[in-house]
């Protein structure tokens, strides 16, 4: 049975690079791409597929928190991400969104194949630079060494959205813009997350966006 997936990346070049090797593959079916995630979830809603290869990085509204919500509207699709980033925050925030896999674009495509072979017969994949990442995070929260709480839990999910787009630099008006909402709205959402967060100045806004994995500096 052939698997359908939708792809998800914000680089054309590279969107189109792992397009044209997935096309070589007959046990796959590109059904659909997308640039962002916005589009991502209007595709996925429409096309249903199989899977999805979500780019952890993108401007606006990234993997991450494009995966929690497609996973929470739609909990039969999977979700492999494809990243640069072996942080752990990039690593256990999509896990914890709901992914089932995390390749390192780095990686041989033999090994993309592999890991949507595994997740297409129902397990996980880690790159293998991960996977010792990953256990020793298990062993110290097994040990206490670390809290299970995540502090952006805290957060709901247009909180996150709003966080990411100040960290990267976009003022009230243009975040109220691109979400279709009031100016005043905005700064009331940025207050609570301030509030929420104790944290007080749009730099630190932008530093713990960065610690934890909604968005980068390139």
């Known amino acids: 049975m052939t698997l359908s997936i939708l792809l ?4 054309t070049l590279v969107r189109s690079g792992i397009r044209s090797l997935l096309d070589d593959s007959p046990e796959v079916k590109v059904v659909g791409e997308a640039g962002n995630g916005r589009e991502a979830m209007e595709l ?36 492999i991400m494809l990243s640069m980033y072996s942080e752990p925050q990039y690593v256990f925030e999509s896990l914890r969104a709901g992914a089932v896999g995390y390749v390192l674009k780095d990686a041989a495509f ?6 949507i072979r595994l997740v297409k017969a129902g397990r996980r994949y880690l790159s293998p630079p991960l ?11 097994a040990s ?3 809290l299970s709480e995540n502090i952006l839990d805290k957060l709901s999910g247009r909180e996150r959205e709003i966080l990411q787009l100040v960290a990267e630099g976009r003022s009230s008006g243009q975040v109220a813009a691109l979400l279709h909402i009031s100016t005043r709205t905005v700064d009331a959402h940025r ?22 994995g909604l968005t980068s500096v390139r």
């Open 8 to 11: 998800v990346e914000d680089h």
């Open 44 to 79: 996925c809603a429409r096309l249903n597929p199989d899977l999805i290869l979500m780019d952890v990085e993108m401007r606006e509204l990234n993997g991450i928190e494009t995966t929690r919500r497609i996973i929470r509207e739609h909990p039969e699709t999977k979700v």
């Open 110 to 115: 033999n090994e993309l194949l592999s890991a």
């Open 131 to 141: 996977t010792e990442l990953v256990m020793e995070d298990y062993v110290d929260r």
């Open 144 to 146: 206490g060494k670390k």
């Open 191 to 212: 207050f609570n997350i301030m509030q929420k967060l104790g944290i007080h100045s749009i730099a630190g806004l932008t530093k713990f966006a960065i610690a934890n």
